[in-house]
DNA sequence: TTCACAAGTAACCGTTCGGTTACTTACATG
DNA sequence: CATGTAAGTAACCGAACGGTTACTTGTGAA
């Protein structure tokens, strides 16, 4: 293994930036912190990431990039109605549970207004996979599986943001429900709900 | 009208600081900048609010007993059921979408751990109007417009955290959907989208 | 073995920022 | 109209921060 290592320095240099932009923001973030917690020197950040703004979007792309892994592996089991509904909210809770530093990341960019945001590419795995939840609650609805009278555009835009509330604003929501919403058990019955939330809304009767 | 007067300075320092934290965060704020935007010297907000920490906490519960006079304004309007739910949905929509600052304050608190978060007085009307409308929920229940399976705390919580999701990801939600999510129409769409998909999964059959 | 170059270091620079000091001015009170 | 005091000002300070410069060292090909 050789001391020198460019590519190694560059991937933990991004992990710690992770950590550091994570925690405390781009504003609040310190180059010198993100130095010090890769064990690189502050200059090697520039030569491999120009500067503080760079880096920061590399790292945004780098969770994007865990995020559309996760929502990959969701479209290659080919599931559809009830259970791709249940498996999607699954997903997502589980992803958001697992990289805290994407919820807190993306919070950061919406606060500063998506100024960071580069447009996503046209076609990107976002887009594919939210354009195949679209059509399979589409699908549903023609099986009659799920009521006809719902918007499976809004349903899909409602699966997302009601997941990643229960991470985005836990601090807040602790203080004013009196309960710790952090803790994996209370986690677990926010992910059962959500489910349920989501299916008890567009589903036609029945069974769960 | 003197020419001197501590009140409204002290107030209009609260406001420019309202927008300036809103806008950029506690980090990412600069003293000088709410200085410069509400007209006073730097100097007298040391005067009136200590630090830049105290007059963070200032806007804070400032922010946060607007919210409480529209909760209160909903209970006194003393209504029960499927007529209560959607207009919980409606007041708590409203106000976030007329209160912008309220979103991106918290968002911040939430971002920082809470670690400015004083804890939530016993018995304040944050707590109130929540065990408000967990009892309603109860009631329905027992009255049978409700669904006998919900779970009228979660339900609440969810409630909450679906309104608040459509104003904090506006930016990266619009970009991932490839749509303004921050336009009026798509405001109101948005709204009774999410009044149906609470309603939708609470009530028992028939009418909306 | 040499040597050119990529990888890495440490000290430094100009600016910005939260906070303070020393001073000035308006105004209510007697 | 004098005067004590609250309200307000401007200039300043030390520390921290993003970014750079000048220099050193490890590595691999000739």
Redesign the interface.
């Known amino acids: 293994m050789p001391e020198r290592d460019a590519e190694r320095s560059r991937r933990e240099i991004l992990m710690a930036a992770e950590a550091e932009f994570a925690q405390?923001?781009?504003?609040?973030a310190r180059v010198d912190a993100i130095a010090r917690r890769s064990g690189r020197n502050k200059r090697m950040i520039y030569v491999y990431f120009g500067d503080k703004e760079g880096l920061w979007r590399q790292v945004i792309s780098e969770v994007y990039r865990r995020m559309e892994e996760a929502e990959q592996s969701l479209i290659d089991l080919q599931l559809s109605g009830r259970e791709l509904v249940r498996r999607m909210v699954y997903t997502y809770f589980d992803f958001l549970q697992a990289n805290p530093s994407f919820v807190?990341l993306?919070?950061?960019?919406?606060?500063?207004?998506?100024c960071r945001?580069e447009?996503?590419p046209e076609g990107k795995i976002?887009?594919q996979s939210?354009q195949f939840f679209v059509d399979a609650l589409e699908r549903g609805k023609a099986e009659g599986i799920f009521?006809p009278e719902i918007?499976p555009?809004?349903?899909a835009?409602?699966m997302?943001?009601?997941c990643?509330?229960?991470f985005?604003?836990?601090?807040?929501?602790?203080?004013?429900?009196?309960a710790d919403l952090c803790g994996a058990e209370m986690l677990a019955?926010?992910k059962e709900?959500?489910a349920?939330?989501?299916l008890?809304?567009?589903c036609t009767e029945g069974e769960e």
């Open positions: 405390k923001g781009f504003y609040g807190s993306l919070s950061w960019e919406n606060l500063d207004g998506g945001l447009p996503l976002g887009r939210l009521r918007d555009w809004h349903t835009l409602s997302i943001t009601t990643f509330a229960n985005s604003n836990r601090y807040t929501l602790s203080r004013l429900f009196g019955a926010r709900h959500t349920r939330l989501i008890g809304c567009i």
